[in-house]
């Protein structure tokens, strides 16, 4: 399993998440049965609370496994989260209040970084991404919608 690291944003009635214990939290808030990620290592950094969302960081392989889980079989929950791997894919996912469903991944080395017209299929993606996140998360963590650190390695 590729290392992996990344920053989430949530919104959920609990607003005492700590380091660990966060996709206990989740499963509860969203709806999804525990077992489905019981299994995974939910630890998280360097976590904010501001205007009603918790924000954090996180260093660990597990984070692409739960944030699809969520933004597929979630409800009554806002999740947002920005996954990077050592191998340099990278995913966006998006889980709104209106249960807007977001999930677009892609190599920032691969094949098709070679191709015509790839560098901007992925920016309206992201755009696609950005455009899910409400003005109160990109106001108050400016750095987790900041997209001048995507690299490609095309022509």
């Known amino acids: ?12 009635a609990n607003k005492d998440v700590n380091q660990s214990g966060i996709a206990k939290e989740l499963a509860r808030s969203s709806g999804i049965d525990y077992s489905k990620l019981e299994k995974f290592n939910d630890l998280a950094e360097n976590i904010t609370s501001k205007n009603g969302y918790i924000y954090f960081t996180y260093e660990c392989a597990d ?41 677009y991944s892609f190599d920032q080395g ?29 106001d108050d963590f400016p750095d987790f919608v900041d997209t001048d650190d995507l690299e490609f390695d095309g022509p």
Request: with cysteine; glycine share 6%; aromatic share 14%.
């Open 1 to 12: 399993m590729a290392e992996e690291w990344g920053t989430v944003v949530i919104r959920t």
């Open 63 to 103: 984070w692409k496994s739960i944030s699809e889980i969520i933004v597929k079989l979630g409800n009554n929950i806002e999740f947002y989260s920005r996954v990077y791997d050592e191998y340099g894919t990278a995913d966006f996912y998006a889980l709104t209040d209106a249960e807007n469903r977001f999930h």
């Open 110 to 138: 691969g094949d098709r970084c070679e191709e015509e017209g790839y560098e901007e299929e992925v920016m309206l993606e992201i755009a696609k991404w950005l455009m899910l996140i409400p003005s109160s998360i990109k």
